[in-house]
């Protein structure tokens, strides 16, 4: 086994981990919403919690899709790691700035999530372009 061999399947189970942990999270934060917060907070910070849950479940199924395409190829496309990291850091910042905007009311945090956002975007762009290369 190479080094390369070692450093791609522990790519791979870290994307599949950490894939699986949020998307866990995610259905944790939307029971959450719906069962603690309903009556908690406003409409509007009920809808802003649930679509930061919405989004960390999306990205942790694209981040899922990235670690199965690193485990099928010999050797991975660098934007196709940079593309599970992308979607990791989109998460923290995009739907962890909506979950504490929403429970604090800190409004400069809805001037954050753009850049975790823009993160998401930058993933999905560097996905694409992996699978354009991609040698399977």
Do not use: C, D
């Given at each position: 086994?190479?080094?390369?061999?070692?450093?791609?399947?522990?790519?791979?189970?870290?994307?599949?981990?950490?894939?699986?942990?949020?998307?866990?999270?995610?259905?944790?934060?939307?029971?959450?919403?719906?069962?603690?917060?309903?009556?908690?907070?406003?409409?509007?910070?009920?809808?802003?919690?649930?679509?930061?849950?919405?989004?960390?479940?999306?990205?942790?199924?694209?981040?899922?899709?990235v670690?199965?395409?690193?485990?099928?190829?010999?050797?991975?496309?660098p934007?196709?790691?940079?593309?599970?990291?992308?979607?990791?850091?989109?998460?923290?910042?995009?739907?962890?700035?909506?979950?504490?905007?929403?429970?604090?009311?800190?409004?400069?945090?809805?001037?954050?999530?753009?850049?975790?956002?823009?993160?998401?975007?930058?993933?999905?762009?560097?996905?694409?372009?992996?699978a354009?290369?991609?040698?399977?």
């Amino acid at each position: 086994m190479t080094i390369l061999n070692l450093k791609l399947g522990l790519m791979t189970q870290i994307f599949l981990s950490v894939a699986a942990i949020l998307g866990g999270l995610s259905v944790a934060a939307g029971a959450f919403a719906t069962h603690a917060l309903r009556e908690k907070i406003s409409e509007r910070s009920l809808e802003v919690f649930e679509t930061g849950a919405r989004y960390q479940m999306y990205h942790a199924l694209a981040l899922f899709l990235v670690a199965l395409l690193i485990s099928r190829t010999e050797f991975p496309q660098p934007t196709l790691v940079a593309s599970g990291w992308l979607f990791i850091i989109g998460i923290a910042i995009f739907s962890g700035s909506l979950y504490v905007l929403s429970l604090t009311g800190i409004k400069f945090l809805g001037a954050i999530a753009p850049l975790g956002g823009t993160a998401l975007i930058a993933g999905w762009g560097a996905l694409a372009f992996a699978a354009w290369n991609l040698k399977l």
